[in-house]
């Protein structure tokens, strides 16, 4: 073996039950966070956490990472610094930086290989911007989504035809080859989060007049106006509504608050995989 397979198996074997990160093999600007738990097995779910504006992408992986251990789920935190993907809550939209989605694509394959966990169909959750990106990833890709939680998105693509992309789900010059199948993408179970303060308007909030009259002007009118338009289009559809609507309590809009006052991550793990056993490790 080479000096570089050595340094890459030990990697690997450090990545056994710990934090590790990892810089992408095909590409060194591209970065994970990646959890895997002890005794890893070949069918273990993988969750992917997507971090918001404030790229705090470790911060998101070492919340879940104690939970990942107990029930034996794989964890990876992709990192998109803002001067590659600008646009990655959008996906990524051309002239305005590189395609999160694709890149995504491209770092759970490298997990695949390296780990020999299936990805086929992740799990997915976001938070704030990374909310932003996982909504609209599972409307893109339903196919490769088993289930997704969503927590505190500042705006929406709603399942409306007649709207462009990314404020609903009718074709985008920008991301041409972007087609959405609403009865694929409200088929995929997922669970809406947000804090019952999350109601200010600071300047990372997107406060356009359409958005304010369409959506509602805090994030917590946004959260529930969006659930409800996606089970009424599955509804109108005779399929069964997708989404649940938690409001965690004494939680503004910061991660670490939502995490810690709010559950977060007790409430995203029993949304994607249910209710841990009474007495489990």
């Excluded at 879940?64 to 803002?82: E, Y």
């Excluded at 199948?181 to 997922?190: I, N």
Aim: aromatic share 8%; hydrophobic share 40%; glycine share 10%.
């Amino acid at each position: 073996m080479t000096l570089e397979g050595h340094r890459r198996s030990a990697q690997w074997a450090q990545a056994d039950g710990a934090v590790v990160e990892c810089q992408f093999a095909g590409d060194p600007r591209q970065a994970y966070y990646l959890c895997l738990p002890s005794g890893l097995r070949a069918d273990a779910p993988v969750l992917v956490c997507v971090h918001g504006i404030s790229r705090n992408a470790e911060e998101h992986i070492r919340y879940f990472a104690p939970l990942a251990q107990q029930r034996g789920v794989v964890v990876v935190a992709p990192l998109f610094p803002r001067a590659e993907f600008p646009d990655y809550q959008r996906l990524g939209r051309a002239g305005r930086g590189r395609r999160a989605d694709l890149a995504l694509h491209d770092i759970l394959a490298e997990v695949h290989r390296r780990a020999s966990v299936a990805v086929d169909k992740v799990y997915l959750f976001g938070h704030s911007g990374g909310a932003q990106f996982v909504h609209r990833y599972v409307m893109a890709n339903p196919a490769g989504v088993a289930g997704f939680v969503i927590s505190a998105a500042g705006w929406y693509t709603h399942p409306a035809p007649d709207l462009p992309f990314p404020f609903g789900i009718g074709p985008d010059p920008l991301l041409p080859d972007l087609h959405f199948d609403p009865d694929a993408f409200l088929r995929v179970p997922g669970c809406v989060l947000v804090g019952e303060r999350d109601t200010r308007r600071g300047r990372s909030l997107r406060t356009a007049a359409p958005i304010d009259a369409a959506q509602g002007r805090t994030r917590l009118e946004r959260a529930g106006r969006w659930a409800e338009a996606m089970n009424r289009a599955a509804v109108q559809r005779r399929l069964p509504p997708p989404l649940d609507l938690h409001v965690l309590p004494r939680s503004g809009h910061r991660f670490a608050e939502v995490a810690t006052r709010g559950g977060a991550p007790g409430r995203v793990f029993d949304c994607l995989f249910g209710p841990a056993a009474v007495g489990a490790a």
